[in-house]
């Protein structure tokens, strides 16, 4: 009787440990798939990445730095949105979120021992800096890649770069098109030339290592290249 009575709690211990757990990622989809909907409609002013930033500079003794101004799409120079397609992710219009060529390309690095190089598109570019804190871990890979898929989904292309430009760190304490433009050249990111959308664009893999005020050799030759490529980026609607 006390056996069979062990055996009846242990199966019902089971249960509900199977039910917490069922209804908090329950929960826990519908949140995100929720946030997701939310953020489709609204400015975002703030993201995990400019809270470590802040964290960062605090812990440095500094005063933290959130030089940001939210703007449409539609006020922001195409020249801009060419020129990070152009630099950052060439297939953006074509893919639905991953490069397969930049996947296959950090498993044969990986596989190699070779340091994994940058490869990540527009899209997952967007997921990691709104939805994560941009730490280098398989966990944080996990949740960007599952955000880059919703917001494949649910977004669309013009909301991804929309929030892309308004959100990338471009200086340090520097974030969105609009606040570089204003820093850089004191203009509106609508007034934004070739040549600046370009250099702009150049700094994006190390937005505090390259000086866009004082560009070295590197960044000019890229801003080269980049100019290059933009005529051949194709008709872009947004």
Not at 42 to 56: E, N, V
Not at 80 to 87: D, E, H, V
Request: proline content about 4%; overall charge positive.
């Amino acid at each position: 009787m006390k056996k069979n009575k062990k055996q009846k709690n242990k199966i019902s211990l089971g249960r509900r440990i199977w039910q917490y757990t069922y209804r908090t990622i329950l929960i826990l989809w519908l949140l995100s798939i929720a946030s997701v909907v939310i953020l489709k409609y609204t400015p975002i002013y703030f993201t995990p990445l400019m809270a470590l930033r802040s964290c960062q500079s605090i812990l440095n003794g500094e005063k933290p730095r959130n030089n940001k101004t939210w703007v449409p799409i539609d006020q922001i120079s195409h020249n801009l949105t060419r020129a990070c397609i152009a630099s950052e992710d060439n297939l953006f219009l074509k893919h639905n979120g991953f490069s397969e060529r930049a996947i296959k390309q950090a498993l044969i690095e990986r596989l190699e021992g070779k340091r994994i190089r940058g490869g990540s598109t527009i899209s997952q570019q967007t997921a990691k800096n709104v939805f994560t804190f941009g730490t280098r871990t398989w966990f944080r890979k996990g949740i960007e890649t599952y955000y880059t898929f919703l917001i494949e989904l649910i977004w669309g292309k013009e909301r991804i770069m929309e929030v892309y430009l308004n959100i990338v760190e471009l200086g340090n304490g520097i974030y969105g098109a609009e606040a570089a433009a204003q820093y850089y050249w004191k203009i509106s990111a609508n007034k934004l030339t070739k040549s600046q959308s370009a250099l702009m664009a150049a700094a994006l893999p190390s937005p505090r290592h390259y000086s866009i005020t004082h560009p070295g050799p590197y960044m000019q030759k890229r801003q080269k290249q980049i100019l290059d490529l933009m005529p051949k980026m194709g008709k872009i609607e947004f």
